[in-house]
């Protein structure tokens, strides 16, 4: 059963006690550095080739999707990476920050639409990336999977049924396992916060109280997890059972700050996902009033006038 964690255990063995500035030293994991280059180029290209070609791309969504990239950097591209194999808190600010921190973020740069842009259609009759982006946008699958009944579920057994079942020590034994956790975090944020507040085309838009109340439907689950973890009277988790004595920590109090870390957090995106969706909110009933306003003095009261013709016709109709 050691094979996979041995030379991660020798990794671990040295590792000198936490500190803030040795967790943000740089070091990490390939695949995640690969990612967010990735993230930035390609976002960087459509934002350009919208720009070459006149049309305008705001600057606070390019702002948030960088945001986004460098908040998954940060916690999968630093010793962060390594101590979080190791502690449960620094893990649990790892888990934090990719599934509620970064999918925000990054639903806020709008990227689906970016893409919708900047991909050239295919000629006729063919099919191209962007002719395979909408229709996947409109396939059952992507109303499934961001349907609050199955977002919801999805991100509370994420915490739940991964921490207090034996799959959490299965993935965290080896390197693939441990990046397939990190990838299926950032997922389920990204299916649970897209129909909530992304800006991006979606299968499932409901309405804004609608979106609030399932934000707010799965916020107690995760604050329960925290403090469920807190109050344990023994470590849940074997992959923290030991930590290596060079940190210095104990595996109870580290569990401990772990749940205080995860509680703290459940209220995070609250507050982020409620500021943003008040903002869509007021700007789309903005939008709305400006359009009612336009078309009235566009057709100069037409409406009235059709609407005295319909009256007088009902009269006539009537004598």
Same mark, same amino acid.
């Given at each position: 059963?050691?094979?996979?964690?041995?030379?991660?255990?020798?990794?671990?063995?040295?590792?000198?006690?936490?500190?803030?500035?040795?967790?943000?030293?740089?070091?990490?994991?390939?695949?995640? !550095?690969?990612?967010?280059?990735?993230?930035? !180029?390609?976002?960087?290209?459509?934002?350009?080739?919208?720009?070459?070609?006149?049309?305008?791309?705001?600057?606070?969504?390019?702002?948030?999707?960088?945001?986004?990239?460098?908040?998954?950097?940060?916690?999968?591209?630093?010793?962060?990476n390594d101590y979080g194999m190791a502690m449960f808190s620094v893990?649990?600010?790892?888990?934090?920050?990719?599934?509620?921190?970064?999918p925000i973020l990054l639903l806020l740069g709008a990227p689906v639409? =970016?893409?919708?842009?900047?991909?050239?259609?295919?000629?006729?009759?063919?099919?191209?990336?962007?002719?395979?982006?909408?229709?996947?946008?409109?396939?059952?699958?992507?109303?499934?999977?961001?349907?609050?009944?199955?977002?919801?579920?999805?991100?509370?057994?994420?915490?739940?049924?991964?921490?207090?079942?034996?799959?959490?020590?299965?993935?965290?034994?080896?390197?693939?396992?441990?990046?397939?956790?990190?990838?299926?975090?950032?997922?389920?944020?990204?299916?649970?916060?897209?129909?909530?507040?992304?800006?991006?085309?979606?299968?499932?838009?409901?309405?804004?109280?609608?979106?609030?109340?399932?934000?707010?439907?799965?916020?107690?689950?995760?604050?329960?997890?925290?403090?469920?973890?807190?109050?344990?009277?023994?470590?849940?988790?074997?992959?923290?059972?030991?930590?290596?004595?060079? !940190?210095?920590?104990?595996? =109870?109090?580290?569990?401990?700050?772990?749940?205080?870390?995860?509680?703290?957090?459940?209220?995070?995106?609250?507050?982020?996902?409620?500021?943003?969706?008040?903002?869509?909110?007021?700007?789309?009933?903005?939008?709305?009033?400006?359009r009612t306003d336009r078309a009235a003095d566009r057709d100069g009261?037409?409406?009235?006038?059709?609407?005295?013709?319909?009256?007088?016709?009902?009269?006539?109709?009537?004598?």
């Open positions: 059963m050691h094979h996979g964690g041995h030379g991660m255990d020798g990794m671990n063995m040295d590792l000198p006690p936490f500190t803030l500035g040795r967790g943000l030293e740089f070091g990490g994991d390939p695949f995640f !550095l690969v990612g967010c280059l990735l993230g930035l !180029l390609l976002y960087g290209w459509a934002v350009l080739r919208l720009r070459r070609r006149g049309d305008a791309w705001p600057v606070s969504r390019v702002v948030a999707w960088a945001l986004g990239v460098v908040s998954v950097a940060l916690v999968m591209c630093t010793k962060l893990h649990m600010v790892q888990h934090m920050v990719i599934s509620m921190l970064s639409t =970016l893409a919708l842009r900047a991909l050239p259609a295919a000629g006729r009759g063919r099919k191209g990336p962007r002719e395979l982006l909408v229709a996947l946008l409109h396939s059952r699958y992507m109303r499934i999977i961001t349907h609050p009944a199955f977002t919801i579920p999805l991100f509370i057994a994420s915490l739940y049924a991964l921490y207090f079942s034996p799959l959490f020590d299965f993935l965290m034994e080896s390197r693939a396992g441990h990046i397939g956790m990190m990838v299926h975090f950032l997922a389920v944020g990204l299916v649970f916060f897209w129909p909530i507040m992304g800006i991006d085309p979606g299968p499932h838009r409901p309405g804004y109280v609608m979106r609030m109340l399932e934000l707010f439907a799965g916020m107690p689950f995760h604050a329960f997890f925290g403090i469920a973890l807190m109050m344990a009277s023994e470590p849940m988790v074997d992959t923290f059972l030991h930590p290596p004595a060079s !940190l210095g920590i104990e595996a =109870l109090s580290d569990q401990t700050a772990a749940g205080g870390i995860a509680w703290a957090f459940s209220e995070i995106p609250s507050v982020v996902v409620l500021i943003a969706l008040v903002f869509q909110w007021y700007k789309s009933e903005k939008r709305q009033s400006q009261d037409k409406d009235l006038a059709e609407y005295n013709a319909y009256l007088a016709s009902l009269n006539a109709r009537g004598q």
